[in-house]
């Protein structure tokens, strides 16, 4: 693998007098063949052609400092290959001047949002599933990322969704086990192991992520509808369960203290009645309609 290089080159501003100096020559030098041309009026005579060929060196150096100059701005690079070798990146931003030679490749090096497609996958119990996530990314190693993948945008598009698909293959999408994680449930656990599966993907193309989160997580829709209703009888359970828990402790609780502060003395049978009077009226849907006993307590 490639890894990067940071060198620093000479300050646009410092060379710029020198590519000033070789055109204000070469204008010289012009003029200079202009008078000798102009002063050759002899049958002998010719004119000084070394001004002239001093003239078009001066030009053609002055010419060739012109494809040194870059500018590079705040979170940006380039990276400098001399002839098909690696020369280095330069990370100063600025207006910079390097060997014309050297072939500039322009990279950005800011953060960027990969905002992935909804795709349909399996999670680990079977069920069909959308999911999408948003990747933040940027490039931390130019030189991976230039030399290591062809694309290194692309390479992170489709490693992206490659981690997505084994990150569905790993959980359940809820109704898990105790203490099990599930896409619905472990949003922090899940978030932490897709990003960690990037980055183990992506370090090879010099890419570092900052951040990968789950944005869209549902059902597919042709079990929709069957894992609503599912959704539904579950909660619905859920809650007959906790209505009963809280009738039963309200019932202990009633016969407690009724026998602590001696209000009436009930025997097995009459505590049964009680008991299955107070649990109809707290678990019933409708309310109770009090029925007045105007006789015995055993009438």
Known sequence: MNREKEIRVLNGWAVLPLTVALFALAVALTVGFGFSVA?????????????????????GLGLFTCFGYFSLQPNEGRVLILFGAYRGTVR????????????????SLRLRNLSGEKLKVNDKRGNPIEIAVVVVWRVCDTAQACFDVDSYAEYVHIQSESAVRHLANCYAYD??????????????????????????????????????????????????????????????????????????????????EL????????????????????????????????IINTGTLYT
């Not at 002063?39 to 001066?58: K, S």
């Not at 100063?92 to 990279?107: A, D, E, V």
């Not at 960690?196 to 997580?217: F, M, P, S, W, Y």
């Open 39 to 59: 002063g050759a009026t002899g049958p002998r005579a010719l004119p000084n052609f070394y001004l002239l060929a001093g003239a078009v060196i001066a030009a």
């Open 92 to 107: 100063h931003s600025g207006w910079r001047w390097t060997n014309p030679l050297n072939t500039k490749l322009r990279i």
């Open 175 to 256: 109704h898990g086990e105790p203490e099990e994680i599930t896409l619905r449930s472990g949003v922090e656990e899940v978030s932490a192991t897709l990003h960690d599966q990037l980055q183990e993907r992506l370090a090879k193309a010099g890419v570092l992520i900052e951040e990968a989160r789950v944005t869209h997580l549902a059902y597919a829709p042709e079990i929709a509808g069957t894992m609503l209703r599912r959704q539904q009888a579950e909660a619905i359970i859920d809650a007959r369960q906790k209505i009963v828990h809280g009738a039963v402790s309200m019932v202990e609780m009633a016969l407690q």
């Open 259 to 290: 026998a602590e502060k001696h209000v009436v003395a009930l025997d097995e049978e009459r505590k049964a009645a009680m008991v299955s009077n107070l649990l109809v009226v707290l678990c019933g849907e409708t309310e109770a309609q009090p």
